[in-house]
Each structure stands twice: as C-alpha cells, then as structure tokens.
C-alpha cells in the first residue's frame, strides 16, 4: 500500500495503470491499524490478528465490506 | 516444543531489530538466542507458515520481512531512536513506531508524483495530514503475493 498527498493523485496512479481505485485510508485510521496490528510486536503475547479479528478492527475504525474481510471470495476474479 | 523455540526466535529476532535497525539472518539469531542454526532455520519456516515472516527468497538464512521491519532498504524508511530503520509499506511504517513505542520521522513520498511527504509520530500520536493510503490489494489476497502488497 502506498502514499498520496489526496485522492487527486490516488486516482491519476490508479489511471496511469488502469487499475481501479480501491478505498482510502486516513493516517489516523492507517495509524489505529499500526497499533493494533504492531504494538505489542516486541513482547510475548505478540501474535498477528486473526480473520475474524482483523473484520473486526477494520469495522471499528469504518473500513467495512468485503475488500476488508480476510475471508472473502468476491475478490478472486479482481 | 516447536513452540517454546518459535518465540524464543521471534523474540530475538525483533529486539535484535530493534536494537539495532538490522534484520539478522539466521546465524546471528543463533549465536544471540544460544540455538543451532539448523533450529532457528527451521523456526523461520514455521513463522513464515504462520505468516510472522517473510524469508529472503532463494535464501532461507537471510528474513525479507519480519513485519513491520523489512530485511532490506525500501521506499518507507522510519528514523526513531536515533536509527533508521526500513518499514515495507506505509502502514507497516507507522508500524515501526508502534512497536517501538518511540517518536518517529517518517519521510515517505506520494506514490504518484514522489513528492516527499513526511509523517511523523510524536508522543504516541501521529501527527496530522490530510494524506491518504491507498489500499491496492483486498485484505483476502494481501498474503498472496506479500512482497508486492
């Protein structure tokens, strides 16, 4: 995944390779991900969210549908 | 048990990387972690079956990607702690900083134009932009092809 300054150059990258655009991402919500996913990476207990976890977390921060749902078949012939 | 030596190796895996800004392959993980090789090769296999590690590939000494940290230079360097570190995309480079738990200065660029954009993380929060993040691969295929997510 990658950085744009807006969603201006967002959709020129997604043009010049004729790929669509996919949802965006805040950096506050890209950040609530990192914690989630990160924070505890250098202790014990550290372990990767599971599928059903990882619905979980993104409905919380507003990503919902099946482009985040690990589990999701919709996508094979993307 | 298989498990007891898998977080004994991740473990020294990642303080040795957040110790030290480098990614080491399996020899150092030995000497630091007091293991042979041979165990600590096979522990990365089975990190990497659990989606913990990404070896090098042709090379299953050597960790590409022990996430948020990638094993060589990228597109997303994070400087914290006096050190720079290499993050894999954008959110494993705040990612860097969460594991961390240390400020941050992330000088990313768009991924259109390649004007520098930079990111930071101060006192725990990152600082604000109306940037976005382009999520290019849906979640159900981010592990298909991980290097290029």
């Known amino acids: 995944m990658l950085l744009f300054r807006s969603e201006e150059t967002v959709d020129r990258w997604c043009g010049e390779r004729r790929i669509p655009r996919r949802p965006l991402v805040t950096l506050e919500q890209l950040w609530q991900l990192a914690v989630v996913w990160y924070a505890s990476r250098l202790t014990l207990e550290s372990r990767r969210p599971a599928p059903d976890e990882m619905v979980e977390v993104f409905a919380g921060i507003g990503l919902t549908g099946p482009f985040w749902d690990p589990t999701s078949d919709e996508w094979n012939e993307c | ?149």
């Open chain 2, 1 to 149: 048990m298989a498990d007891d030596l898998d977080i004994k190796v991740k473990l020294t895996l990642y303080r040795t990387i957040a110790e030290t800004a480098r990614v080491p392959g399996s020899a150092e993980v030995a000497d630091a972690a007091g293991l042979p090789e041979s165990a600590v090769r096979a522990a990365f296999v089975r990190l990497h079956a659990r989606r913990l590690l990404v070896p090098e590939p042709g090379d299953p000494t050597r960790i590409r990607m022990a996430p948020p940290f990638s094993g060589i230079p990228t597109p997303f360097p994070v400087e914290a702690r006096g050190l720079r570190y290499y993050a894999n995309c954008v959110w494993d480079a705040y990612g860097i900083p969460a594991a961390l738990g240390a400020d941050a200065v992330i000088p990313a660029s768009d991924g259109f134009t390649g004007e520098p954009l930079t990111l930071q993380v101060r006192d725990g929060r990152p600082v604000p932009h109306p940037y976005v993040a382009h999520f290019a691969v849906p979640a159900a295929r981010w592990w298909e092809n991980i290097l290029f997510t």
